[in-house]
T-cell receptor
Framework: DSGVTQTPKHLITATGQRVTLRCSPR?????VYWYQQSLDQGLQFLIQ???????AKGNILERFSAQQFPDLHSELNLSSLELGDSALYFC????????????FGNGTRLTVT | AQTVTQSQPEMSVQEAETVTLSCTYD???????LFWYKQPPSRQMILVIR??????QNATENRFSVNFQKAAKSFSLKISDSQLGDAAMYFC????????????FGKGTKLTVNP
């Protein structure tokens, strides 16, 4: 058990809809990262937060947004969903120090129909 | 920009044998970390091993060890005495210094362990 909690485990929704994925980091970790894993693109970095502030942005679509709350949990919002958004979405956390390993949650499997 | 390349989409090994998974990376930074992560069918990403670029000594964690060749930008993972539970996707990843600790991942190598 990595200590990172992601909910829900599975999500099935229709095109055009909006969903929210939730992540609670390991106790003591200040940084939260979101990754998207699809079959053809591998693990793609979306966004990172550190202690409530956005720290780095990757290949995150404008339809996607995220935030980290004062209690350090994070939410990833996906809107106007398309079939191509179907993927496994991982949250990871770390202490935020240079070289700290990332600890991953079990992921949320999103299926857009 | 960082890139990580895993040239072996699939590998197989007999139980109790040794297997080596390849990884090459490219970065213009002088200071960085390299990682191997394992993703079993349960899909969780599990840290296997970490290597600091400025350390010449190869990292080791029980049956897992790396061969870090900095000049060649190569970072291979050796699994000794392979076990059925080692069957998984293995991802090589790198992170460079510079304001973010985001990992850049390779495409992965699927390891099958045959009994």
């Amino acid at each position: 058990d990595s200590g990172v909690t992601q909910t829900p485990k599975h999500l099935i929704t229709a095109t055009g809809q909006r969903v929210t994925l939730r992540c609670s980091p390991r106790s003591g970790d200040l940084s939260v990262y979101w990754y998207q894993q699809s079959l053809d693109q591998g693990l793609q970095f979306l966004i990172q937060y550190y202690n409530g502030e956005e720290r780095a942005k990757g290949n995150i679509l404008e339809r996607f947004s995220a935030q980290q709350f004062p209690d350090l949990h994070s939410e990833l919002n996906l809107s106007s969903l398309e079939l191509g958004d179907s993927a496994l979405y991982f949250c990871a956390s770390s202490k935020g120090r240079w070289g700290s390993p990332l600890h991953f949650g079990n992921g949320t499997r999103l299926t857009v129909t | 920009a960082q890139t990580v390349t895993q040239s072996q989409p699939e590998m197989s090994v007999q139980e109790a044998e040794t297997v080596t998974l390849s990884c090459t990376y490219d970065t213009s930074e002088s200071d960085y970390y390299l990682f191997w992560y394992k993703q079993p069918p349960s899909r969780q990403m599990i840290l296997v091993i970490r290597q600091e670029a400025y350390k010449q000594q190869n990292a080791t964690e029980n049956r897992f060890s790396v061969n870090f060749q900095k000049a060649a930008k190569s970072f291979s993972l050796k699994i000794s005495d392979s076990q059925l539970g080692d069957a998984a996707m293995y991802f090589c990843a790198s992170v460079t210094q510079g304001g973010s600790e985001k990992l850049v991942f390779g495409k992965g190598t699927k390891l099958t362990v045959n009994p």
